[in-house]
């Protein structure tokens, strides 16, 4: 008798490995793209703490990201997937936020369909998304 799989099992088998490796895939991604979003969580708290420490000293909130101690990108960049800006007249019930931007140039569009932007309010702390962040 001659020892061996037959071609059934051979192709059960890759079948189950295909659904196990897809599964594996999407998750992967998803895990990704929260490290990304924790980043630039970080980023905009850092720039909700500048803000703030900028205001304390100056009477007014900055008036461009250049002029706060934080390596924030206002555009798109090859090392950053968010490019972070803020509003200072609109928003969180009138009062200024931060906000962080998914890039969706250079081959760093997001895994969902959507774009995605986050907001911080520099004065309350509250967080708002588009995404589900």
Same mark, same amino acid.
């Given at each position: 008798? $001659?020892k061996g799989? %037959?071609?059934?099992? /051979? $192709? #059960?088998?890759?079948?189950?490995?295909?659904?196990? &490796?897809t599964?594996?895939? @999407?998750?992967?991604?998803?895990?990704?793209?929260?490290? !990304? @979003?924790?980043?630039?969580?970080? $980023?905009?708290?850092? /720039? !909700?703490?500048?803000?703030?420490?900028?205001? /304390?000293? +100056?009477?007014?909130?900055?008036? =461009? $990201?250049?002029?706060? *101690?934080?390596? &924030? *990108?206002?555009s798109? @960049?090859?090392?950053?997937?968010?490019?972070?800006?803020?509003?200072?007249? %609109?928003?969180?019930?009138g =009062? *200024?936020y #931060? +906000?962080?931007n998914?890039? @969706?140039?250079?081959?760093k569009?997001?895994?969902?369909?959507?774009v995605?932007t986050? !907001? /911080?309010?520099i004065? %309350?702390?509250?967080?708002?998304?588009?995404?589900?962040?």
């Amino acid at each position: 008798m $001659i020892k061996g799989f %037959t071609l059934l099992e /051979l $192709i #059960v088998v890759i079948v189950i490995l295909g659904i196990l &490796a897809t599964l594996g895939f @999407t998750q992967y991604t998803k895990v990704v793209e929260r490290g !990304r @979003t924790a980043e630039a969580k970080a $980023i905009l708290g850092q /720039l !909700r703490a500048a803000e703030i420490s900028y205001n /304390l000293d +100056h009477g007014v909130y900055a008036n =461009t $990201i250049a002029n706060l *101690p934080v390596d &924030a *990108p206002t555009s798109c @960049t090859s090392t950053h997937y968010f490019w972070y800006g803020y509003n200072l007249s %609109t928003g969180c019930g009138g =009062t *200024p936020y #931060v +906000h962080a931007n998914r890039c @969706t140039a250079n081959g760093k569009t997001p895994n969902a369909s959507s774009v995605y932007t986050m !907001r /911080l309010c520099i004065e %309350t702390g509250a967080w708002a998304s588009d995404a589900g962040y």
